[in-house]
Protein backbone atom coordinates (compact mmCIF):
# COMPACT_ATOMS: atom_id res chain seq x y z
CA UNK A 1 0.00 0.00 0.00
CA UNK A 2 2.71 2.11 -1.01
CA UNK A 3 -0.18 4.81 -2.09
CA UNK A 4 -2.13 4.46 1.18
CA UNK A 5 -1.28 8.39 1.93
CA UNK A 6 -1.95 9.66 -1.70
CA UNK A 7 -5.01 7.63 -1.79
CA UNK A 8 -5.83 9.10 2.17
CA UNK A 9 -4.71 12.56 1.06
CA UNK A 10 -7.10 12.79 -2.36
CA UNK A 11 -10.43 12.35 -3.11
CA UNK A 12 -9.42 10.81 -6.88
CA UNK A 13 -7.48 7.57 -6.83
CA UNK A 14 -6.91 4.65 -9.34
CA UNK A 15 -7.22 0.92 -8.55
CA UNK A 16 -4.79 -1.88 -8.97
CA UNK A 17 -5.31 -2.57 -13.26
CA UNK A 18 -5.22 1.39 -13.73
CA UNK A 19 -7.76 1.14 -16.34
CA UNK A 20 -11.26 2.74 -14.85
CA UNK A 21 -11.35 5.37 -12.38
CA UNK A 22 -14.43 7.17 -10.25
CA UNK A 23 -14.95 10.05 -7.80
CA UNK A 24 -15.56 8.91 -4.09
CA UNK A 25 -19.07 9.44 -2.61
CA UNK A 26 -19.96 12.07 -0.93
CA UNK A 27 -21.50 10.98 2.70
CA UNK A 28 -23.62 13.56 4.55
CA UNK A 29 -24.66 13.16 7.93
CA UNK A 30 -27.87 14.88 9.37
CA UNK A 31 -27.43 15.94 12.53
CA UNK A 32 -30.50 16.67 14.93
CA UNK A 33 -31.18 19.71 16.04
CA UNK A 34 -30.95 21.00 19.43
CA UNK A 35 -32.79 24.46 20.94
CA UNK A 36 -31.80 25.83 23.57
CA UNK A 37 -34.31 26.89 26.19
CA UNK A 38 -34.59 30.64 27.83
CA UNK A 39 -33.86 29.69 31.10
CA UNK A 40 -31.01 28.09 30.11
CA UNK A 41 -30.08 31.04 28.27
CA UNK A 42 -30.47 33.51 30.95
CA UNK A 43 -28.32 30.91 33.24
CA UNK A 44 -25.47 30.17 31.18
CA UNK A 45 -25.13 34.06 30.45
CA UNK A 46 -25.11 34.37 34.47
CA UNK A 47 -22.46 32.00 35.03
CA UNK A 48 -20.63 33.40 32.18
CA UNK A 49 -20.43 37.20 33.52
CA UNK A 50 -19.77 35.63 36.96
CA UNK A 51 -17.02 33.82 35.93
CA UNK A 52 -15.42 37.20 33.31
CA UNK A 53 -15.37 39.28 36.29
CA UNK A 54 -13.63 36.52 38.63
CA UNK A 55 -11.20 36.30 35.67
CA UNK A 56 -11.01 40.51 35.52
CA UNK A 57 -10.49 40.65 39.30
CA UNK A 58 -8.19 38.08 39.48
CA UNK A 59 -5.93 39.35 36.65
CA UNK A 60 -6.21 42.80 37.67
CA UNK A 61 -4.69 41.51 41.41
CA UNK A 62 -2.25 39.99 39.68
CA UNK A 63 -1.16 42.50 37.85
CA UNK A 64 -1.06 44.79 41.13
CA UNK A 65 1.31 42.55 42.63
CA UNK A 66 3.22 42.08 39.58
CA UNK A 67 3.79 46.11 39.22
CA UNK A 68 3.85 47.01 43.03
CA UNK A 69 0.53 48.87 42.62
CA UNK A 70 -2.57 49.30 45.58
CA UNK A 71 -5.38 47.03 44.32
CA UNK A 72 -7.74 48.32 46.94
CA UNK A 73 -8.22 52.73 46.83
CA UNK A 74 -11.03 53.48 47.76
CA UNK A 75 -12.56 57.59 47.52
CA UNK A 76 -16.11 58.77 48.73
CA UNK A 77 -16.28 62.46 47.37
CA UNK A 78 -19.42 62.46 50.10
CA UNK A 79 -16.72 62.63 52.83
CA UNK A 80 -14.52 65.38 51.63
CA UNK A 81 -14.30 68.18 53.65
CA UNK A 82 -11.61 70.88 54.11
CA UNK A 83 -11.20 69.97 58.07
CA UNK A 84 -10.71 66.14 57.22
CA UNK A 85 -8.00 67.23 54.13
CA UNK A 86 -5.95 69.37 55.93
CA UNK A 87 -5.81 66.82 59.15
CA UNK A 88 -8.32 68.66 61.29
CA UNK A 89 -9.70 66.50 64.23
CA UNK A 90 -12.12 69.53 64.80
CA UNK A 91 -14.68 70.60 62.41
CA UNK A 92 -15.10 73.79 61.07
CA UNK A 93 -18.37 74.34 63.36
CA UNK A 94 -16.56 73.50 66.23
CA UNK A 95 -13.63 75.67 65.68
CA UNK A 96 -16.15 78.26 65.16
CA UNK A 97 -18.18 77.68 68.81
CA UNK A 98 -14.74 77.72 70.34
CA UNK A 99 -13.96 80.91 69.25
CA UNK A 100 -16.84 82.67 68.30
CA UNK A 101 -17.02 84.56 72.06
CA UNK A 102 -13.30 85.52 71.57
CA UNK A 103 -13.77 87.70 68.50
CA UNK A 104 -15.13 91.28 68.91
CA UNK A 105 -16.64 93.70 66.96
CA UNK A 106 -14.88 97.41 66.77
CA UNK A 107 -16.47 100.71 65.95
CA UNK A 108 -14.22 103.92 66.06
CA UNK A 109 -15.35 108.14 65.61
CA UNK A 110 -12.45 110.63 64.75
CA UNK A 111 -13.20 113.93 64.57
CA UNK A 112 -11.21 115.86 61.39
CA UNK A 113 -10.72 119.28 60.33
CA UNK A 114 -11.63 120.58 56.89
CA UNK A 115 -9.35 123.20 54.69
CA UNK A 116 -11.99 125.60 56.27
CA UNK A 117 -11.70 124.58 59.60
CA UNK A 118 -14.52 122.98 60.06
CA UNK A 119 -14.57 119.95 62.14
CA UNK A 120 -17.08 116.56 61.17
CA UNK A 121 -16.68 113.29 62.56
CA UNK A 122 -15.32 110.15 60.65
CA UNK A 123 -16.38 106.61 61.57
CA UNK A 124 -14.45 103.44 61.37
CA UNK A 125 -14.82 99.87 61.95
CA UNK A 126 -12.47 96.53 62.62
CA UNK A 127 -12.25 93.51 64.70
CA UNK A 128 -10.49 92.74 67.95
CA UNK A 129 -9.82 89.25 69.40
CA UNK A 130 -9.95 89.16 73.50
CA UNK A 131 -6.66 88.94 75.38
CA UNK A 132 -7.73 88.09 79.03
CA UNK A 133 -10.74 87.35 81.30
CA UNK A 134 -10.66 90.62 82.32
CA UNK A 135 -10.94 93.29 79.43
CA UNK A 136 -7.91 94.12 77.46
CA UNK A 137 -8.80 93.16 73.78
CA UNK A 138 -5.98 93.08 70.86
CA UNK A 139 -6.69 95.08 67.54
CA UNK A 140 -4.76 96.79 64.94
CA UNK A 141 -3.25 100.48 65.47
CA UNK A 142 -4.63 101.54 62.35
CA UNK A 143 -7.97 100.53 62.97
CA UNK A 144 -7.86 102.70 66.41
CA UNK A 145 -4.72 105.21 65.29
CA UNK A 146 -6.35 108.71 65.87
CA UNK A 147 -9.68 107.55 67.12
CA UNK A 148 -11.38 110.19 69.69
CA UNK A 149 -13.65 107.41 70.90
CA UNK A 150 -13.78 103.49 70.75
CA UNK A 151 -16.22 101.22 71.30
CA UNK A 152 -16.43 97.61 71.57
CA UNK A 153 -18.98 94.85 71.00
CA UNK A 154 -19.01 91.26 72.10
CA UNK A 155 -21.10 88.41 70.89
CA UNK A 156 -23.67 88.46 72.67
CA UNK A 157 -24.37 92.13 71.66
CA UNK A 158 -23.26 93.69 75.00
CA UNK A 159 -21.17 97.08 73.78
CA UNK A 160 -19.00 98.82 76.27
CA UNK A 161 -16.66 101.89 75.25
CA UNK A 162 -12.86 100.91 75.43
CA UNK A 163 -9.85 102.92 76.29
CA UNK A 164 -5.88 102.84 74.78
CA UNK A 165 -3.53 101.04 76.95
CA UNK A 166 -0.60 101.00 74.24
CA UNK A 167 -0.15 100.62 70.90
CA UNK A 168 2.82 100.04 68.92
CA UNK A 169 2.66 101.39 65.34
CA UNK A 170 5.74 99.17 63.64
CA UNK A 171 4.12 96.15 64.56
CA UNK A 172 0.75 97.21 63.87
CA UNK A 173 -0.80 95.74 67.30
CA UNK A 174 -2.44 97.68 69.72
CA UNK A 175 -4.32 96.60 73.31
CA UNK A 176 -7.33 97.78 74.46
CA UNK A 177 -9.23 97.94 77.79
CA UNK A 178 -13.04 97.17 78.57
CA UNK A 179 -14.45 97.76 81.94
CA UNK A 180 -15.98 93.78 81.31
CA UNK A 181 -15.11 90.21 83.44
CA UNK A 182 -15.64 86.79 82.34
CA UNK A 183 -14.35 87.23 79.36
CA UNK A 184 -13.60 84.18 77.63
CA UNK A 185 -9.74 84.82 75.76
CA UNK A 186 -8.27 83.35 73.19
CA UNK A 187 -5.75 80.58 73.34
CA UNK A 188 -2.54 81.38 71.21
CA UNK A 189 -1.19 78.65 68.64
CA UNK A 190 2.29 78.16 67.64
CA UNK A 191 2.97 80.54 64.17
CA UNK A 192 6.39 79.02 63.90
CA UNK A 193 4.98 75.66 63.90
CA UNK A 194 3.11 76.37 60.97
CA UNK A 195 3.12 74.69 57.32
CA UNK A 196 1.29 75.20 54.30
CA UNK A 197 -1.43 73.60 53.92
CA UNK A 198 -2.46 73.56 57.27
CA UNK A 199 -6.39 74.91 58.22
CA UNK A 200 -6.78 78.63 58.54
CA UNK A 201 -10.26 79.99 59.88
CA UNK A 202 -10.92 83.84 60.03
CA UNK A 203 -13.53 85.09 62.57
CA UNK A 204 -14.04 88.71 62.09
CA UNK A 205 -16.40 91.66 61.53
CA UNK A 206 -16.09 91.86 57.68
CA UNK A 207 -17.41 96.03 55.73
CA UNK A 208 -17.74 96.92 59.92
CA UNK A 209 -21.19 95.57 59.54
CA UNK A 210 -21.49 91.51 59.73
CA UNK A 211 -19.58 90.76 62.89
CA UNK A 212 -18.88 87.18 63.97
CA UNK A 213 -18.38 86.22 59.99
CA UNK A 214 -16.40 82.87 59.84
CA UNK A 215 -14.40 81.85 56.98
CA UNK A 216 -12.32 78.78 56.08
CA UNK A 217 -9.14 78.32 54.31
CA UNK A 218 -5.36 77.50 54.58
CA UNK A 219 -2.31 78.96 55.11
CA UNK A 220 -1.50 79.58 51.84
CA UNK A 221 2.70 81.23 52.77
CA UNK A 222 4.79 81.98 56.01
CA UNK A 223 6.77 84.36 56.17
CA UNK A 224 5.81 87.03 53.92
CA UNK A 225 8.07 90.41 53.70
CA UNK A 226 4.95 92.64 52.92
CA UNK A 227 4.97 96.37 52.72
CA UNK A 228 2.39 98.52 54.81
CA UNK A 229 2.35 101.91 55.11
CA UNK A 230 5.69 102.02 54.50
CA UNK A 231 7.08 99.44 56.96
CA UNK A 232 8.02 96.05 56.04
CA UNK A 233 6.26 93.24 57.75
CA UNK A 234 6.62 89.48 58.10
CA UNK A 235 3.03 87.98 58.02
CA UNK A 236 1.53 84.96 57.58
CA UNK A 237 -0.82 84.82 54.33
CA UNK A 238 -3.93 82.57 54.09
CA UNK A 239 -6.48 82.12 51.76
CA UNK A 240 -9.62 82.64 53.67
CA UNK A 241 -11.79 85.45 52.62
CA UNK A 242 -10.51 88.94 54.45
CA UNK A 243 -12.23 92.11 53.61
CA UNK A 244 -12.23 95.67 55.40
CA UNK A 245 -13.67 95.04 58.65
CA UNK A 246 -11.47 92.00 59.44
CA UNK A 247 -8.43 93.91 60.47
CA UNK A 248 -7.49 92.90 64.00
CA UNK A 249 -9.93 89.65 64.00
CA UNK A 250 -8.02 86.40 64.50
CA UNK A 251 -7.08 83.30 62.50
CA UNK A 252 -7.23 79.90 64.14
CA UNK A 253 -5.48 76.82 63.01
CA UNK A 254 -7.39 73.40 63.05
CA UNK A 255 -7.28 72.74 67.38
CA UNK A 256 -9.11 76.34 67.71
CA UNK A 257 -5.63 78.57 68.68
CA UNK A 258 -5.19 81.80 67.80
CA UNK A 259 -2.10 82.00 64.91
CA UNK A 260 -2.68 85.03 63.62
CA UNK A 261 -3.84 88.81 63.96
CA UNK A 262 -5.77 89.54 60.15
CA UNK A 263 -3.43 92.83 59.52
CA UNK A 264 -4.38 93.30 55.39
CA UNK A 265 -5.38 91.98 51.82
CA UNK A 266 -4.30 92.19 48.85
CA UNK A 267 -6.80 94.47 46.40
CA UNK A 268 -7.45 95.10 42.81
CA UNK A 269 -10.09 93.67 40.62
CA UNK A 270 -7.71 90.65 39.61
CA UNK A 271 -6.81 89.64 43.11
CA UNK A 272 -8.72 86.50 45.08
CA UNK A 273 -7.63 84.82 48.30
CA UNK A 274 -4.58 87.21 49.47
CA UNK A 275 -5.46 87.64 53.33
CA UNK A 276 -2.08 88.29 55.31
CA UNK A 277 -2.36 87.84 59.04
CA UNK A 278 0.41 88.98 62.02
CA UNK A 279 1.99 86.05 63.56
CA UNK A 280 0.68 84.51 66.68
CA UNK A 281 4.25 84.59 68.47
CA UNK A 282 4.63 88.10 67.36
CA UNK A 283 1.31 89.36 68.58
CA UNK A 284 1.79 87.50 71.93
CA UNK A 285 5.25 88.66 72.35
CA UNK A 286 4.44 92.50 72.03
CA UNK A 287 0.99 92.50 73.83
CA UNK A 288 2.88 90.62 76.91
CA UNK A 289 5.31 93.64 76.54
CA UNK A 290 2.66 96.99 75.83
CA UNK A 291 0.89 95.63 78.94
CA UNK A 292 3.98 95.37 80.96
CA UNK A 293 5.85 98.79 80.11
CA UNK A 294 3.56 100.23 77.68
CA UNK A 295 6.10 100.09 75.03
CA UNK A 296 7.81 97.33 73.02
CA UNK A 297 11.20 96.56 74.71
CA UNK A 298 14.03 95.34 73.34
CA UNK A 299 13.83 97.23 70.04
CA UNK A 300 16.95 98.97 68.60
CA UNK A 301 17.10 101.94 67.09
CA UNK A 302 19.71 104.69 65.85
CA UNK A 303 18.12 107.90 67.04
CA UNK A 304 17.80 109.22 63.89
CA UNK A 305 14.30 110.24 61.83
CA UNK A 306 14.76 109.83 58.20
CA UNK A 307 12.90 110.59 55.35
CA UNK A 308 13.03 109.40 51.14
CA UNK A 309 13.81 111.89 48.64
CA UNK A 310 12.91 109.93 45.51
CA UNK A 311 12.31 113.07 43.46
CA UNK A 312 14.40 116.02 41.99
CA UNK A 313 11.08 118.27 43.07
CA UNK A 314 11.71 116.39 46.90
CA UNK A 315 15.66 117.07 46.63
CA UNK A 316 14.96 121.12 45.82
CA UNK A 317 12.20 121.24 48.46
CA UNK A 318 14.33 120.15 51.09
CA UNK A 319 17.29 121.98 49.39
CA UNK A 320 19.33 119.18 48.55
CA UNK A 321 21.32 117.98 45.05
CA UNK A 322 20.54 114.62 44.86
CA UNK A 323 17.67 112.25 45.98
CA UNK A 324 18.15 109.30 48.95
CA UNK A 325 18.02 108.77 52.27
CA UNK A 326 18.36 111.55 54.34
CA UNK A 327 18.39 112.33 58.51
CA UNK A 328 15.75 114.67 59.37
CA UNK A 329 16.48 114.66 62.76
CA UNK A 330 18.37 113.41 65.73
CA UNK A 331 16.43 111.90 68.41
CA UNK A 332 18.89 109.89 70.15
CA UNK A 333 21.73 110.50 72.32
CA UNK A 334 24.61 108.04 70.68
CA UNK A 335 23.36 109.23 67.49
CA UNK A 336 24.38 113.42 68.58
CA UNK A 337 27.55 111.65 70.23
CA UNK A 338 28.72 110.16 67.23
CA UNK A 339 28.47 113.26 65.55
CA UNK A 340 25.11 112.58 63.05
CA UNK A 341 23.78 115.73 61.71
CA UNK A 342 20.05 116.70 59.77
CA UNK A 343 20.77 117.13 56.46
CA UNK A 344 23.20 113.92 56.40
CA UNK A 345 22.48 111.63 53.34
CA UNK A 346 22.79 108.12 54.64
CA UNK A 347 24.56 106.02 51.56
CA UNK A 348 25.30 102.99 53.37
CA UNK A 349 24.56 101.14 56.78
CA UNK A 350 27.38 97.73 57.60
CA UNK A 351 28.87 98.22 54.04
CA UNK A 352 25.34 97.92 52.40
CA UNK A 353 24.31 100.91 50.26
CA UNK A 354 21.05 102.34 51.60
CA UNK A 355 18.30 102.15 48.83
CA UNK A 356 15.54 103.20 51.22
CA UNK A 357 14.33 104.13 54.53
CA UNK A 358 12.34 101.10 54.98
CA UNK A 359 15.17 98.85 54.17
CA UNK A 360 17.58 101.19 56.25
CA UNK A 361 15.01 100.05 59.14
CA UNK A 362 14.77 96.78 58.57
CA UNK A 363 18.46 96.67 58.88
CA UNK A 364 18.42 98.08 62.19
CA UNK A 365 15.94 95.59 63.18
CA UNK A 366 18.12 92.56 63.10
CA UNK A 367 20.59 94.06 65.52
CA UNK A 368 19.51 93.96 69.47
CA UNK A 369 20.28 96.84 71.73
CA UNK A 370 23.74 97.86 72.25
CA UNK A 371 25.47 96.87 69.20
CA UNK A 372 27.25 99.01 66.88
CA UNK A 373 26.50 100.02 63.38
CA UNK A 374 28.52 101.37 60.71
CA UNK A 375 26.77 104.11 58.57
CA UNK A 376 28.39 106.23 55.75
CA UNK A 377 27.19 109.63 55.22
CA UNK A 378 27.63 112.41 52.33
CA UNK A 379 27.87 115.38 54.25
CA UNK A 380 29.08 118.99 51.85
CA UNK A 381 29.73 116.44 48.72
CA UNK A 382 32.20 114.66 51.63
CA UNK A 383 31.75 110.76 52.48
CA UNK A 384 32.11 109.68 56.09
CA UNK A 385 31.93 106.84 58.37
CA UNK A 386 30.34 107.14 61.62
CA UNK A 387 29.63 104.51 64.30
CA UNK A 388 26.30 104.38 66.19
CA UNK A 389 25.79 102.29 69.22
CA UNK A 390 21.85 101.41 69.07
CA UNK A 391 19.65 103.04 71.86
CA UNK A 392 15.95 101.37 73.11
CA UNK A 393 13.76 102.55 70.87
CA UNK A 394 10.79 104.25 73.54
CA UNK A 395 14.10 105.86 75.06
CA UNK A 396 14.78 107.42 71.68
CA UNK A 397 11.45 108.07 70.90
CA UNK A 398 10.04 109.12 74.20
CA UNK A 399 6.47 107.79 73.21
CA UNK A 400 4.03 104.81 73.33
CA UNK A 401 3.14 104.98 69.89
CA UNK A 402 6.87 105.15 67.72
CA UNK A 403 7.08 107.03 64.14
CA UNK A 404 7.22 105.18 61.67
CA UNK A 405 10.20 106.83 60.49
CA UNK A 406 12.23 106.72 63.75
CA UNK A 407 15.16 104.42 63.79
Known sequence: MDDWNKFSGNE???????????????????????FVTKKVFVVTLIVAMIFSAVIGAGGFALTQSIWGGSSTKNINANN???????????????????????????TTESVSTDTWARQYVTEGAGSGVVYSEDGYIITNNHVINGASTINVTLHDGKSYEASLAAADSQSDVAVLKID?????????????????????????N?????????SDGI??????????????????????????????????????????????KSSGSDVEG?????????????????????????????????????SASDAMKYGVNQTGVYIQEVTGENAKEAGLKAGDLVYMIDKEQVTS???????????????????????????????????????????????????
Open 357 to 407: SEMLVSTIQKHEVGDKIKLTIVRDDQMKDITVTLEESAKVNGSQQESQENN
Open 12 to 34: EFSNDTGSSSFTAPEIKIKKKEK
Open 180 to 204: ASGLTPVSFGDSDALSVGDLAIVIG
Open 219 to 264: VSGLEREITLDGKTMTLLQVSASVNPGNSGGGVFDQEGNLIGLVVA
Open 80 to 106: YSLTKATGSELSIQEIVAKNENSVVAI
Open 206 to 214: PLGTLAGTA
Open 274 to 310: LGFAIPSNTVKSVVESLIKDGYVSGRPAAGITVVDLT
